[in-house]
């Protein structure tokens, strides 16, 4: 793994992940009256940008089907507001982080650091990341620490959806060329809500572009458009990086190394997010 966006992204990404994948953070959207991980996960993840319906979250969060997200928003709102699912979801990470990290490494420093490299996130074109940029910092080192985290990956993600989109894929087909290459249709497609129909439906796009072959499985030209994502991706998450320095972001990669490695561990070993080895 040679590109250090990518790189920084596999020790934050574990980071941020603790509000979907563990049971502090279930527990704390349930007190908030978000039952049920899809609530908290629609609730926490869209609450920065206010009482939204689905259309936006439809169209930032770029991978679900549109039935799956409307069966969420706008109905979590008469459930808990965006300023009661952002308290829960902050308390949820603070609690996981606390039970997770303590005495794994220097948390105070990996906290100002990765605080510094989010506040040198462009947002203009960036949904998320902006949304998330504009919220109020935490007090504490562990609330810093994942605001940062998520700041990152919320602007790292919204340059992913502009690579999509200049690679001409939709929401359906993403999913089916990223099971072409994981093989993993019967985890990916409930996953992110699509119909048989709106699969097989991608399926023959994509074949018809010379994405699949008859099997299924990705052509050469599929794995170049990877590539060339995932290059324009990590491209577009650089400047946190740049602002940090090289010294700086060295130095965040070994004092956030231990804190990521200590995460990961407790998370499920297979997420739709699709994390690799830590870099």
Same mark, same amino acid.
């Given at each position: ?5 990518? @790189? ?29 991980? $899809? ?25 679900? #089907? ?10 979590? $709102?008469?459930?808990? @507001? ?11 990470? !603070? ?27 462009? @947002?203009? +074109?960036?949904?998320?990341? #902006?949304?998330?940029? &504009?919220?109020? $910092? ?7 620490? $994942?605001q940062a985290a998520t700041i990152l990956r919320e602007h790292r993600g919204d340059g ?18 990223? #099971?072409?290459?994981?093989?993993? !249709? ?6 992110? +809500? ?10 023959? !796009?994509?074949?018809?572009? &010379? ?33 940090? &320095?090289?010294?700086?972001?060295? !130095? ?7 804190? #990521? ?12 997010? +699709?994390?690799?080895?830590? &870099?």
């Amino acid at each position: 793994m040679d590109s250090l966006p990518r @790189t920084m992204w596999t020790l934050f990404e574990p980071i941020h992940d603790v509000t979907y994948f563990t049971p502090q953070a279930r527990e704390a959207f349930e007190a908030a009256n978000l039952r049920g991980f $899809w609530r908290g996960y629609f609730a926490g993840r869209a609450a920065p940008l206010g009482p939204v319906d689905a259309a936006p979250v439809i169209a930032a969060f770029w991978g679900f #089907a549109p039935s799956m997200v409307t069966r969420a928003l706008p109905d979590v $709102w008469s459930r808990a @507001t965006p300023a009661e699912a952002l308290a829960a979801r902050l308390a949820g990470a !603070r609690a996981a982080l606390a039970a997770l990290l303590d005495g794994a490494g220097p948390v105070d420093e990996a906290a100002a650091l990765l605080r510094e490299a989010a506040s040198a996130v462009p @947002t203009v +074109g960036r949904v998320l990341g #902006a949304a998330n940029a &504009g919220l109020p $910092w935490p007090a504490d080192p562990l609330g810093t620490l $994942w605001q940062a985290a998520t700041i990152l990956r919320e602007h790292r993600g919204d340059g992913h959806v502009a690579a999509l989109l200049v690679a001409g894929l939709d929401g359906p087909e993403t999913g089916v060329w990223r #099971a072409s290459i994981d093989q993993r !249709r019967d985890y990916l497609q409930p996953a992110r +809500g699509w119909s048989d129909d709106d699969w097989i439906a991608a399926v023959k !796009r994509l074949s018809d572009r &010379g994405w699949l072959d008859d099997s299924g499985a990705a052509t050469a030209v599929a794995l170049d458009a990877h590539a060339e994502i995932e290059a324009t991706t990590d491209r577009l998450a650089a400047a946190p990086w740049v602002h940090l &320095g090289e010294a700086g972001t060295e !130095r965040l990669r070994e004092v956030l190394r231990p804190l #990521a490695v200590r995460v990961r561990a407790a998370l499920p070993a297979e997420t739709p997010i +699709g994390l690799p080895a830590l &870099g």
